[in-house]
């Protein structure tokens, strides 16, 4: 809209210079007030998705034990209290051991699934990606409840390994949709060019797809870390008391106290996200790749 | 390329997708299958499966008020919730689209994305000291004079809602995002200058060309909701009339699986019913669109 009368006038030089003065200023007006009314519910939502979490980071640094908002004095006593915990301490460790065990399990296995569904010609191409997409469509509690009774039959309950299965399985959906939509775009001809040139299969794919379905891997590696750092739904259900993710700590302590030294962790967590994100949107446009 | 006969490129094709779909035959489709037939078996007294098959976990799911009530209850705050996403993530979406590649370009995607890489507990959180007895809202409602004392915000079924739509926002934001960043600006343009004003160059043109997006969005954000349990429980506490609750509290306190497993089956039935219909739905009202 804010550019219109500008293209009219670039597009149509004589139809341009049909509609009268006081009418084009009007229209000018009436594009002006469009736009604020465009832009005032859209600050408003930006604001209700923003404030939550800003409260939380604004009250994690009260001075005294209570969440008040906005905190009468200031302090960065919780944060101090978290770091130094040995709980907290496991909790981080293992959350961090789970997103390098998730994000290599789910790029490798999203990157071959989306680049056999997105280039591949077999059939069963399309049953295959629905397949791989299908845990987005299960709503979270029963792939928890499903993954329960299975682990436990396993012994797999309260185990590492577990939980690596476990955020593999949700967060593998988010790796084949980003990286498929990279090897919708590539260019088949590049591949073909290797392989004229005398490269093998896998050095073609190595060398040439490989790099150039890069931002999708990188983006879906971003997704994948993400979903195994804040993954509650299935891990409050498999995990247990040798195996407490920091997200699920986060889950308990919020049920029982409310404490800013959790909201001191809450906000480490999110700003270690929002790091990501954006170290990562440098490399690829997390934007498009979704 | 020139030395592979066709077959061969396609048996390899479909090999790259092998270790996927074996990962997720045996870590989803298999637990699912379990849980299915958990569903079919009665159970004795102290909740423990009977090696019998009968339908009773089912009819106790649609007759008991319990679980009922939970699986109804469960599918109107989905569809109100999907819907708010939709018309609060129009606005936020269509402002995206339109602002040039810039730092507020970039503030408002990381508002927008951030929620989504935060854990659903710190979102969840967040609302809960938003909401507390001495929280943010209800210091303001009290230091305003609009209430005399705090009012029991958080076990309210407003405060579900609120958050719930909270936490699936930016679900809806990115398809619509891209469905109406996709749209040629000419056709804007042209409809201008063929001498429609803005309003109606938006509902005539913009909206049923975003309708991938919005379909997209209402297809994502459905299923999300009528599973979620992590966030009302949170908020609202364990007790609240939903499914994902009912689910939640027959595991871990009733230790009744079968019932639970069959709850689960009859939501993931309503969830894919949904979804069908929506879908659709979509599609229909897209190909009296476009022909």
């Excluded at chain 1, 804040?230 to 008391?241: F, H, P, R």
């Excluded at chain 2, 994305?113 to 609302?127: A, D, E, I, K, N």
């Excluded at chain 2, 007790?239 to 639970?260: E, F, H, K, W």
């Amino acid at each position: 809209m804010a550019d219109a009368p500008a293209a009219e006038r670039a597009a149509t030089g004589r139809a341009a210079a049909a509609p009268s003065r006081p009418r084009r200023l009007g229209r000018r007006i009436l594009g002006g007030a469009g736009r604020v009314a465009a832009a005032l519910p859209a600050a408003l939502v930006l604001l209700f998705l923003a404030a939550p979490m800003a409260v939380l980071a604004i009250s994690s640094l009260n001075a005294t034990a209570s969440l008040a908002f906005p905190p009468s004095s200031l302090s960065l006593r919780w944060y101090a209290e978290v770091l130094g915990s040995q709980e907290w301490a496991v909790s981080l460790r293992l959350s961090g051991l789970l997103v390098l065990l998730v994000v290599a399990t789910t790029a490798a296995l999203g990157t071959l699934a989306a680049y056999a569904v997105a280039r591949g010609d077999f059939p069963g191409r399309r049953a295959v990606a629905g397949f791989a997409l299908s845990p987005l469509m299960v709503p979270e509690i029963i792939i928890a409840l499903s993954l329960l009774y299975y682990f436990q039959g396993l012994g797999l309950v309260n185990t590492i390994a577990g939980l690596w299965l476990a955020h593999s399985v949700v967060a593998l959906p988010f790796v084949v949709r980003t990286v498929m939509v990279s090897a919708q775009n590539l260019d088949p001809t590049l591949e073909r060019a290797a392989a004229s040139l005398g490269a093998g299969r896998l050095r073609v794919f190595w060398t040439v797809t490989l790099p150039l379905l890069r931002p999708g891997i990188l983006a879906g590696a971003v997704f994948a870390a993400v979903t195994s750092l804040g993954e509650v739904a299935v891990t409050a259900l498999v995990s247990g008391a040798n195996t407490t993710t920091v997200p699920v700590r986060i889950f308990s302590a919020v049920q029982f106290e409310l404490d800013p030294s959790v909201a001191a962790i809450s906000t480490l967590l999110m700003l270690a996200s929002v790091l990501v994100m954006v170290v990562v949107d440098r490399f690829t446009h997390l934007s498009e790749a979704l | 390329m020139t030395r592979t006969s066709p077959t061969r490129g396609r048996a390899a094709g479909a090999g790259y997708a092998l270790p996927a779909v074996l990962f997720l035959a045996a870590l989803f489709a298999v637990p699912l299958a379990r849980i299915l037939e958990l569903s079919l078996h009665p159970v004795d007294g102290t909740g423990n499966p009977l090696p019998e098959f009968s339908l009773v976990q089912y009819q106790r799911v649609l007759t008991e008020p319990f679980f009922a009530e939970s699986l109804r209850s469960s599918l109107l705050t989905a569809l109100l919730v999907t819907v708010l996403c939709l018309l609060l993530g129009y606005p936020v979406a269509y402002a995206l689209a339109r602002t040039r590649p810039g730092v507020l370009r970039t503030v408002m995607f990381v508002i927008v994305v951030s929620p989504l890489l935060t854990s659903v507990v710190v979102r969840s959180y967040g609302w809960v000291v938003l909401l507390s007895a001495n929280g943010a809202v209800n210091r303001f409602l009290v230091a305003t004079g609009l209430a005399d004392a705090p009012v029991p915000l958080l076990t309210s079924y407003l405060a579900i809602v609120v958050s719930v739509t909270h936490v699936l926002l930016p679900f809806a934001v990115i398809p619509l995002t891209t469905a109406l960043g996709g749209i040629d600006g000419n056709l804007r343009r042209a409809s201008q200058m063929l001498g429609a004003g803005p309003i109606r160059t938006f509902w005539r043109i913009t909206v049923p060309l975003s309708l991938p997006g919005v379909a997209t969005g209402a297809l994502v954000v459905l299923p999300l909701a009528m599973g979620i349990y992590i966030t009302p429980l949170l908020v609202g506490g364990a007790n609240r009339p939903l499914a994902g609750l009912r689910v939640y509290s027959q595991i871990t306190s009733v230790y009744d699986y079968p019932v639970a497993a069959a709850l689960s089956f009859t939501l993931l039935l309503l969830t894919l019913l949904c979804v069908t219909v929506l879908g659709s739905g979509f599609r229909f009202w897209e190909r009296r669109l476009y022909g």
